[in-house]
């Protein structure tokens, strides 16, 4: 039986969870995965972003418990209770985006025995939709996939991203690879950064129970990426353009004041993505499932509508 995982239920606003555990990834990192029993509709593989945790997903999956689905939620590695990857445990940081598929391929074993039979769809945000992406790609089964401003493309222009690139070994062999990217601020300190420099969520309310949750529970805490993360992150998104979309029905939204993803990547990806459709959604930030009631309510109802019409 695997090991029991924390689980803060005071921060979560979340049903109990079935089990919280510890899974290992191939090559020994520790991961955390959450699972919610499967509804008579199926299970949720929620893919999280960076720095999220799986407790942020509790309202989340509130709902998707309302709706008739299960849900499971994982902290990649390297943020929430996972091993960190570094000996500064608020640098988010990866060497190469594979790496990821590590942890999809633990994640994968872990649903595979606790609902081996439900029906299964995929839930990602920004980073998670790059992850979730590659791995639908790679054969992950799932009947729908829906994605929430998935980083597909980052916002830089091509003259950075080339350069980056390029910059890449010689960055790895004199480990400034593993400094923070330039410009750092307290925008990515969420624990400290005031809702009105934020570029997540146009909801005060919201934001305040995201901030309340790092701030009660430090150990959550994650900062600003490395620029080895950022280098992965541009080669894995260069590499993702060059391939066709996965046989997967698929839901998209992003919003007209996105800062922190590409959203011509995600008009690219989905209209190449013949049983996909992709919304906008007017006023929205980066996370839409966080947002105001409106756009949180309208995305959530487009991707229960994609599940359900995906029954097997």
């Known amino acids: 039986m695997p090991d029991t995982a924390p689980f803060f239920a005071d921060i979560a606003d979340a049903p109990p969870p079935h089990s919280v555990i510890w899974t290992q990834a191939e090559g020994g990192t520790k991961l955390r995965v959450a699972l919610w029993p499967a509804g008579p509709k199926g299970m949720v593989a929620i893919f999280p972003g960076r720095t999220e945790v799986i407790e942020k997903y509790g309202r989340v999956i509130t709902d998707l418990a309302a ?18 990857l570094t000996d500064r445990p608020l640098l988010g940081d990866v060497q190469d985006f594979a790496q990821f598929q590590l ?15 439900a029906p299964r769809f995929v839930l990602a945000h920004s980073m998670g939709g790059c992850i979730a992406l590659r791995a639908l790609i790679d054969g992950f089964p799932a009947q729908a996939a829906s994605f929430s401003a998935p980083m597909w493309g980052l916002p830089l222009n091509s003259t950075t991203s080339r350069a980056i ?41 919201t934001y305040a129970w995201m901030q ?3 701030q009660a529970h430090t150990q959550l805490r994650l900062g600003a990426p490395s620029l080895r993360w950022l280098a992965a992150a541009l080669a894995e998104t260069a590499a993702l ?11 998209c939204g992003v919003g007209t004041r996105e800062k922190l993803v590409s959203a011509p990547a995600i008009e690219g990806r989905m209209a190449g993505w013949p049983n996909g459709r992709l919304e906008v959604y007017q006023g929205a930030l980066h996370e839409l499932l966080m947002e105001r009631a409106a756009t949180r309510d309208a995305f959530l109802r487009a991707t229960l509508a994609l599940f359900d019409a995906n029954q097997p």
Do not use: C, H
């Open 103 to 117: 942890d999809v391929a633990a994640y994968r074993k872990v649903l595979d025995r606790f609902a081996p039979d």
């Open 241 to 251: 353009q060059l391939l066709p979309a996965p046989k997967v029905a698929a839901f």
């Open 67 to 84: 709706a008739g689905y299960g849900a499971a939620a994982i902290d990649w590695r390297g943020q929430g209770l996972s091993d960190r």
């Open 165 to 205: 690139a390029v910059m890449r070994a010689a960055l790895r062999m004199s480990r400034l690879d593993q400094r923070e990217v330039p410009g750092a601020g307290v925008e990515f300190r969420l624990w400290e950064n005031p809702f009105d420099n934020n570029e997540l969520t146009g909801d005060a309310e």
């Open 212 to 214: 309340a949750q790092v």
